[in-house]
Nanobody, 121 residues
């Protein structure tokens, strides 16, 4: 399975961005899909995930109420709508997929290549 993330960019504080991730080379329709991020000098951290049937979502406390994850199983895609962005959201955002994706998880079977999100103050 290959994951391709896109949609990052430069935005001012308080702005919004929508990240997308497309999978290919195999279906992830029965897997969790989600997003992690890594800021300079910091470890990669969990951001959000969604179960294959969309009935369960997880969010990091730092993004709750601002970010919304969704997916389109017919297209094997996952999205991350990021609102009210803050400078501390600046990071490389990675798409991920596995049978389970939960906060605090470090090991993941499938990673995308990452897309840069920069929030200016």
């Amino acid at each position: 399975v290959q994951l391709q993330a896109f949609g990052g960019g430069l935005v001012q504080s308080g702005g919004h961005l929508r990240l997308s991730c497309a999978s290919s080379g195999g279906t992830v329709s029965n897997y969790f899909m989600g997003w992690f991020r890594q800021a300079p000098g910091k470890e990669r951290e969990f951001v959000a995930s969604i179960r294959w049937n969309e009935l369960m979502t997880y969010y990091a406390d730092s993004v709750k109420g601002r970010f919304t994850i969704s997916r389109d199983n017919a297209k094997d895609m996952v999205f991350l709508q990021m609102n009210t962005l803050k400078p501390e959201d600046t990071a490389v955002y990675y798409c991920a997929s596995d049978r389970l994706l939960v906060p605090g998880q470090k090991n993941v079977n499938y990673w995308g290549q990452g897309t840069q999100v920069t929030v200016s103050s």
